[in-house]
């Protein structure tokens, strides 16, 4: 007969060919392996008994069959007449609900001196046992063997999916160094500060912060700077998860927990155990998959989809989101409890409106990095390309830095005529896909236009960009953001999300650049 499984890793399937061996020796017609799961047996391999005893759970104290079994330290053969309920009735494949009588016996499984579950076997002659019965001990002592041998090969894969894990999270994307926490502004020196006293701890930590700004640095930092440095930083992205798919991501399944499931494997949670699971964009999560994720953090036990198998995990959890989480709290979109399991140690990351001239640092560094993907030498920053970056409010931060150098860098390059060295200057900061993204200023002679539109200020995106005497760069900068958003919000009926689409900017970023310029009052009903 066919052996069914509870899954298909390679563990559940050194356990059926196990239960296959014994049972061919034992000549029996149905055999079962079954785990100790706290007072419950859960099958994890069956033979000659239906597809249904995979799914059911065995209680022992409602089962006397199998709490005497269980007592008996070598195992033992129970009378063919024996009046005792036998847990497989209606199980056995062919046969009818309530067993005829038969022969049955099992014994008691130990591994590590502990009890982890129990062998049985039946026959449905009889007798059948009378030749195997002084033999059942030395069945149980094999079947040890190989869960034993199954459990060690299990450790060694998941030590290689940690090891794996470990790698990915170490060396980013395998062309370049990790990238560091730059900056000496105040704002960055008090972060470290933050850093460094938190780090050690075994505290849960929520960093916040804009989107942009390096919450995934801050993150990685706290682990290099943690106990538990050694062990595997795991990352998960709220935000990128389905919200069927993330329950399993997080905790893993057992084969068959839903559709599509055609194999069991671990959640972040058992591949992190001993080290640090980093939550990005925790506040994306649906409550449902909250209300899990809140009985691990109290509990530290992982219960996969499917299965009724707690597991213990060691794990520090780093949490992140752009959103505020206490007002997400009072709309009834993120849980009370959650949050406060989640801020134990709050940590908020500055924008690069407040880091002052570290804007310098991370250009330069965003162009060492050019240099080598580019195959460039010498790029430099003009005086003129340094003052323009100390200008704009960077609505997308250190990431909306980064690609306006990468852009910059690759116009610059492209260019005829270049000497020793290669200067990025403003009218390659200001190229004109860079204009509504990065919100800088227009350098080239000829003034940009755009499109007629109603609601344009008079002269609309021309006249804002023209020369003004008296007026700063800053000024300057302002005025084109104003008249651009002025005319998109125009084409768009006023509305703030598709402005945002136009300009490539993430809405929440957008809505604050518009509110800081005074254009978002009275348009809080456009966002949608």
Known sequence: MKTQVTGVTEEDVRY??????VRGMAQADAAALLRLEGEVLVPVAVQGLSEEALARRFPVQAHPRLALLLRSPQGQRLPADCSLP???????????EI???HDCMGAPLQLDGQTWGLLTLDALQPGRFDAVQAQLPALARLVEQGIAAARTIRALAD???QALARAEAL???GQRAPRELLGRSPAMQRLQREIAT???SELTVLILGETGVGK???ARRLHAQSLRHAQPLVQVNCAALPETLAESELFGHRRGAFTGATQARAGRFQIADGGTLFLDEVGELSLPVQAKLLRVLQSGEVQRPGSDEVVHVDVRVIAATNRDLAAEVAAGRFRADLYHRLSVYPLRVPPLRERGRDVLALAESFLEENQHRLGARNLRLSPASKALLLQPAWPGNVRELEHLISRAALRARMEPGKGRWIAIEPRHLAGEADIAGAGMPVAAPAPVTAPAAAGDAPGGLEAAVSAVPGQTLREATDAFQRAWIEAALARHGASMAAAAREAGMDRS???RLARRLGLAAGRRGALG
């Open 216 to 218: 995934e640095l801050v």
């Open 86 to 96: 036998d847990p497989y009735d209606g199980l056995v494949a062919h046969q009818p």
């Open 171 to 173: 060396s980013d994307d």
């Open 198 to 200: 938190v780090a050690a």
């Open 509 to 511: 970023n957008f809505h």
């Open 16 to 21: 059926a060919e196990l239960l296959a061996a």
């Open 99 to 101: 067993l005829p009588v």
């Open 159 to 161: 030590s290689a999916e």
